[in-house]
């Protein structure tokens, strides 16, 4: 029978595979010691004859050398070509059996890059598969997932302090008690919602391997709270609604208020009707006249409000004709639904609830009755996406008393998060009386650019790099402002011979991620490319062009766009790579523009 003796740097180089290639190694070193040695293959032109190359599947192979008791040994593991390259250039030596290969441990990748690093406590965590990481809480948080609240509860963190993994362990045990406490379920008890379509698809996936009880999972809906008052509109009515977006209709409203002569644009408007009268709830001009206005930075004279109000009745009267709704009016529609029929749930998860309008909030506080364990709400207002402020309070919503604020970050390295801070803009909360991470990695990579070409061929050579070393393609994610940039990015890693796929691919697909920049709110990657951060294209020059001149929808537009990018920056936990061609964009850290 065949014999495999195994040496120290094919431990070394085994330690560093993710698992599913870990599991083929084993399972084609069991098939060689059966007996089958098909697996193993001369090298042409090798300087020792005697080295053979073990083929593991078509990607890895394993370089072979005899020992000087006639056996093999197994001395190394890497991708097809570079184990072939690395098996012509090896010779065997000669002394104890395991201390047989004198061969070099092979120089790395010139960006080969420092694994991140943290406390004791972790390292277990760090050394899982990056897909049983994401769904793993930080120890000091298992109490907050599994306590009991008198009423509704709110956690605020910075980025990458685990709150949607919070989330997702509080959803699993607040199910868990349920299927204690009650007999099977007729329907869904739990809710676990947020505003991103593809986040609720992420945190689907990530229920469906942390809850093992078919049970228990089907006790937890996972939803965008548009989807779900969307559910109950058309459930109710018969007919589902058809909803329009801020672009659509601040493009509409602005060609309105051109052909009305009113000087006020598009873009305002439907702030206006959305981040005050919806948000507020207002029914009446006397109620808008004496409103405050949180959050609107333009001040708007009392004479004046009596002609926005007649501009939005008009033009929100056409969209009643017309079978149209935004957004937050079917929610606001939902929750009028809810409080005739009665709540829908038991207990309501919320992550990223920064993003949420106060529409959004009516209706999760009419889905569930007011009790114990009732609302659990997570987020981080840095991360803003929507200019929409909310008092929870006003909205019958009391989280008094049950607030917490989580400030030690583990799911992204100091090192970015020092980096992407200045992206917001403003002073931000860090250090001992703020936030901080207590994981260290490599500084981001910033790579400016002379052409596209250039930048396409240097964003190539990272992923190659990162892929040498290691990293399994669906642990990689590159993203860009727009889908142009997505799309090009797509033809020039095809070219490379680089699989990707879209975000919202299954977690199957072993293949880098490729998606915008909105799109990767709430995810989480060890390696994040953000490309195409050039002037033209962040921000936009279309949403520049929508604010007319606004200041008030201008600085939200600039400061929405840096909650966007600081957002994408702090979703790597290990490595950030930023290019861009010409000159960067303004919203990038100023030690960007000095480095020029």
């Known amino acids: 029978m065949p014999q495999l003796a195994i040496a120290p740097t094919f431990l070394n180089d085994f330690s560093r595979l993710d698992t599913g290639v870990q599991h083929t190694v084993l399972t084609a070193m069991r ?48 991708r097809h070509d570079e184990a072939v390259s690395y098996a012509r250039v ?51 948080h298992r109490g907050l997932a599994t306590a009991s609240f008198a009423g509704s509860a709110q956690v605020t963190g910075g980025p990458g302090t685990g709150k949607t993994v919070l989330a997702l362990h509080r959803a699993a045990y607040l199910a868990e008690l349920d299927a204690a406490h009650f007999g099977p379920a007729a329907r869904p008890s739990v809710l676990l919602t947020t505003g991103s379509r593809l986040l609720t698809q992420t945190l689907g996936a990530q229920l469906d391997r942390l809850v093992s009880d078919p049970d228990v999972r089907a006790r937890i809906e996972v939803v965008t709270v548009d989807s779900l008052a969307r559910g109950i509109v058309h459930e109710r009515t018969g007919t589902p609604p058809e909803t329009l977006g801020d672009e659509t209709l601040a493009e509409r409203w602005r060609s309105a208020a051109r052909a009305d002569g009113l000087p006020f644009s598009g873009r305002f408007l439907v702030d206006e009707w959305q981040q005050v009268v919806l948000a507020q709830d207002l029914a009446s001009l006397p109620d808008y006249v004496r409103c405050e206005r949180s959050g609107r930075m333009l001040h708007l004279a009392p004479e004046f409000r009596p002609h926005v109000w007649e501009a939005i009745r008009r033009y929100t009267a056409a969209m009643r004709a017309a079978g149209e709704w935004s957004y937050p009016q079917v929610a606001q529609e939902a929750a009028r639904l809810l409080h005739a029929s009665g709540p829908r749930y038991r207990h309501i998860v919320v992550d990223e609830a920064q993003d949420l309008h106060p529409a959004h909030w009516r209706l999760l506080r009419a889905a569930v009755p007011e009790g114990p364990d009732d609302l659990f709400i997570v987020g981080d207002p840095a991360q803003r996406l929507v200019d929409t402020r909310v008092s929870l309070a006003s909205l019958g919503i009391n989280v008094r008393g049950r607030g917490h604020r989580l400030r030690t970050g583990y799911r992204v390295s100091q090192e970015i998060l020092d980096w992407a801070l200045p992206i917001l803009g403003r002073p931000a909360a860090v250090g001992p009386d703020g936030y901080s991470s207590v994981l260290h990695g490599p500084q981001p990579v910033v790579r400016g650019c002379v052409s596209r070409a250039e930048e396409w061929a240097a964003l190539s050579e990272w992923l190659q790099a990162q892929l040498e070393v290691g990293a399994r393609p669906s642990s990689i994610v590159v993203a860009g402002r727009n889908q142009w940039v997505v799309r ?53 020059k279309a949403a520049i062009s929508g604010a007319e001149g606004d200041p008030v929808a201008l600085e939200q537009v600039y400061q929405e766009e840096r909650n966007l990018l600081f957002t994408a920056c702090t979703r790597a936990r290990d490595a950030l790579y930023v290019s861009y061609v010409g000159a960067p964009s303004q ?10």
């Open 31 to 78: 098939s060689y010691l059966a007996g089958d040695g098909d697996h193993l293959e001369a090298v042409s032109d090798a300087s020792d004859p005697r080295v053979r190359v073990l083929q593991i599947n078509p990607e890895w192979s394993g370089i072979v050398a005899p020992s000087h008791e006639g056996a093999y040994c197994l001395v190394g593991v890497r």
């Open 90 to 140: 090896y010779r065997a030596g000669t002394g104890p059996e395991l201390d047989l290969v004198e061969m070099p441990e092979p120089p790395a990748p010139a960006e080969a890059l420092p694994p991140v690093s943290g406390p004791a406590e972790l390292a277990g965590a760090l050394a899982l598969p990056f897909s049983e990481w994401r769904i793993t809480p930080h120890p000091d």
């Open 587 to 596: 919203l990038l850290p100023e030690s960007v523009h000095l480095a020029r």
């Open 488 to 540: 090009n990015v797509a033809k020039e890693l095809h070219v490379s011979g680089i699989a990707t796929a879209p975000l919202d691919a299954s977690t199957d697909v072993d293949a880098v991620r490729l998606g915008t920049l909105h799109g990767l709110k709430g995810q989480e990657f060890r390696h994040v490319a953000l490309v195409g951060l050039s002037e033209p294209l962040l921000p936009p």
